[in-house]
């Protein structure tokens, strides 16, 4: 039986042989990614066993806006929800990334030139005298009794008095200080205050400002990589009662919900937000400029304190002016009312209260209706200076005008910085990846979602496509990286394009071209509503996404994200043939008889650069008995031939140059001018993953063929993807002509 088996697969099927080394491109991943478990199931949903940390947090916090400073005292409950018993607690604090002690922490610039502005000097070697970082100035447990610390660099271990056991919590009170930075004298600031100097006012921008606890989770255990900045964060979700004192005409924008309006609120502020809780169509200014205007004028010496709670965040951040103009709208979600707000000064004016309330809009809904609901009762933007920075329920972005005019450029620019930052409350704020480790889970699938945003709201605007990334992956390959890469391992240079932009068209490929619309956006929400309010790794993606869909994807997820290997396609060769009938009874039904795949010239031995030469020349012959085996009936040859008689076929050869298996997209123009295009999977890649050859019939006379020709797959050298092929002009050829 074997031996039979051997005969007739050997007999009957021709494969193409694969010459170079096999490389596994459609091997699965099992290998690469973590293995499944009770806590992670091989689906890529959460096990029955997944369990998560908690910490809430009550916080008092003041700013001394005399000297720029920020004193807090904070109450944190953690409750350990994992199997194991803890001694030891690691807290972040992030602050210290600015300390002069730790100045080669998050330096990304390091390299001297023979011009350079002050502050790029500055940059590079903090030459400058500021006290930045925390005074922690006590850490003790609920009974008042110190605890010991130790503290390195951004982190923080706490060595508990008593063993938090499983099941447990406990809770550390901390006191503690720092001095506000000024974002202008630092790289990548994603906080600290903003000066003005024509009104001598500060708009302060409050962020990563109180020590927060540290993950611990079932795969990584205590995620304590340092913050080196481009790394971002990996936060434990928990409840938030937050009281902030700041000068009393300071008007503050927050995560969470006002909880005592009418101590800080004026009573026409308070009447306003009433109206703009009812205002779906259009924002209400709850402060107009002229009232901003004024109210930056007085400088009051007193305070007020504001409270806020929030439920189920993973961070808390503000922002605090005396500068602010407000506006807000609600809207309404299928199962939540969101009240759309925005904060901004003067400077950003007019376009700020034109369009930032309406793209905070247009980003929970197409989001919501593309994940979940947006469950949080506001979101915020708040206008700064040069950043879009990420927190729950409320961004801080950049993009203003000069002198009241703004680039249309420019214009989209900042609309699209706010729909992303907006966008991050769902990806990492809720589905919360780890961004110091994996940046391109927040960064990529969300730039994805705020692309899609951008195609259906704002359908001028330009928008990242495989076209976008062809520069970054053509390039050296020896500097490049895969992106599973550590976050804090990319060059700056590239981690735009690394954990932006390639993530985003990766997702795009699989929902245009790879998977299809509707099962991938099946997919892309079941992901979504498994992992909210919890902690997904790659594997849980990846997983996820072939669960609910269906489809093998390790060969996609292999080469877009764990090699750097590109797209590059070659149509190598095309051979065309034709039948016709020579001395041959299309009825004859003995089979005797033969037929010619006829041409003008037996082209057989050469390699057509066109279709000049007309079809090649074969022999069909009748097929001998021994080719059925044991099979007893027989197909109707004649009938056979009729059926091809005077059609056209054409037998195309492409190579895998840049190493990417992809789907081969193939467009045929015909000779009356009509067009159509075949789709072909991946999988015709399995066999032999440098080259591959398929054949077609076809009615009409071809006269073109084109790989990929809505350019679907990042192919990064076009000019080999066509028959004939396209000519094209040397540099040199366009200089003499235009000579």
């Not at 024509?198 to 409050?206: A, P």
């Not at 609120?265 to 259009?282: M, N």
């Amino acid at each position: 039986m074997r031996f039979f088996l051997f005969f007739v697969f050997t007999s009957l099927f021709t494969v193409q042989a694969q010459t170079k080394p096999w490389q596994g491109k459609f091997e699965p991943i099992d290998n690469m990614i973590a293995v499944p478990n009770t806590y992670r199931t091989a689906s890529g949903a959460p096990g029955s066993a997944y369990w998560q940390q908690r910490a809430n947090y009550k916080i008092k916090a003041v700013i001394d806006e005399s000297n720029n400073t920020l004193t807090g005292e904070e109450t944190i409950t953690y409750f350990n929800n994992s199997p194991d018993d803890l001694s030891y607690v690691w807290i972040q604090l992030e602050q210290n990334v600015n300390k002069k002690e730790n100045e080669d922490f998050g330096n990304l610039r390091n390299s001297m030139r023979d011009s350079m502005t002050t502050r790029n000097l500055q940059f590079l070697t903090r030459a400058i005298d500021f006290p930045a970082g925390y005074s922690i100035k006590s850490v003790t447990d609920s009974s008042n009794n110190k605890l010991k610390t130790m503290v390195n660099n951004t982190m923080m271990k706490v060595k508990l008095n008593t063993i938090l056991k499983s099941g447990e919590s406990t809770k550390i009170l901390i006191s503690w200080s720092y001095p506000i930075t000024d974002r202008s004298m630092y790289l990548l600031s994603r906080e600290g205050y903003e000066y003005f100097p024509e009104d001598d006012n500060t708009v302060y921008l409050i962020a990563h400002w109180f020590p927060r606890m540290a993950v611990y989770s079932d795969t990584e255990g205590w995620q304590n990589q340092q913050f080196q900045k481009l790394g971002e964060f990996a936060l434990e979700f928990g409840d938030y009662e937050v009281e902030i004192t700041v000068p009393q005409d300071h008007i503050i924008a927050s995560t969470g919900e006002l909880q005592n309006s009418d101590a800080v609120l004026s009573k026409t502020q308070r009447k306003r937000l009433e109206v703009a809780k009812k205002s779906f169509d259009k924002p209400v200014m709850i402060i107009t400029k002229e009232e901003a205007i004024a109210n930056e004028k007085q400088k009051s010496t007193k305070q007020k304190t504001w409270k806020f709670n929030a439920t189920n965040v993973r961070d808390f951040a503000f922002a605090s002016s005396r500068k602010f103009i407000w506006d807000a709208q609600a809207v309404k979600l299928p199962t939540n009312t969101v009240m759309a707000m925005s904060f901004y000064p003067k400077e950003g004016l007019p376009v700020w209260q034109e369009v930032s309330t309406e793209a905070i809009k247009n980003g929970l809904e197409i989001y919501s209706e593309a994940t979940f609901d947006y469950p949080y009762p506001v979101c915020i933007s708040v206008n700064t200076s040069n950043i879009g920075m990420e927190f729950p329920m409320i961004s801080f972005n950049g993009g203003r005008p000069i002198n009241g005019e703004i680039t249309e450029k420019a214009k989209q620019s900042m609309i699209g910085t706010i729909i992303h930052e907006v966008g991050h409350n769902w990806f990492p704020m809720i589905v919360s990846s780890d961004e110091r480790k994996w940046m391109w889970m927040d960064e990529g699938l969300n730039t994805f979602l705020h692309q899609r945003t951008l195609k259906e709201r704002y359908p001028s605007f330009a928008s990242v496509t495989p076209q976008t990334i062809v520069p970054f992956m053509s390039g050296d390959k020896n500097i490049l990286r895969p992106i599973m890469t550590n976050s804090d391992n990319e060059l700056m240079t590239q981690f735009g394009s690394n954990f932006y932009r390639k993530p985003t068209v990766g997702l795009q490929m699989l929902r245009h071209s790879i998977i299809g619309e509707e099962l991938f956006d099946e997919a892309f929400k079941e992901y979504a509503n498994r992992w909210k309010y919890k902690h997904p790794n790659p594997a849980d993606l990846f997983r996820t996404l072939e669960d609910a869909t269906a489809t093998d994807l390790d060969w996609f997820y292999r080469g877009w994200f764990f090699t750097t290997d590109h797209v590059d396609m070659e149509l190598s060769h095309v051979k065309w043939f034709k039948v016709y009938e020579d001395e041959l009874n299309i009825e004859d039904k003995k089979g005797t008889s033969k037929s010619k795949i006829a041409s003008q010239a037996d082209s057989s031995k050469t390699i057509n650069k066109d279709f000049s030469n007309g079809p090649e020349v074969i022999t069909m012959t009748t097929t001998p008995d021994k080719a059925y085996g044991q099979f007893l009936s027989r197909i109707d040859e004649a009938q056979v031939r009729k059926q091809v008689s005077g059609k056209n076929i054409y037998e195309i050869t492409i190579t895998n140059i840049g190493g990417l298996v992809m789907p081969v997209t193939i467009k045929w123009e015909f000779k009356d001018g009509t067009s159509e295009i075949d789709r072909l999977p991946a999988d015709l890649w399995r066999r032999n993953e440098y080259e591959i050859q398929e054949t077609f019939i076809k009615e009409k006379e071809v006269i073109s063929v084109t790989l990929d020709p809505n350019f679907e797959f990042a192919d990064t050298n076009t000019e080999n993807n066509s028959f004939p092929k396209t000519e094209t002009i040397s540099e040199f050829e366009k200089f003499k002509h235009n000579k």
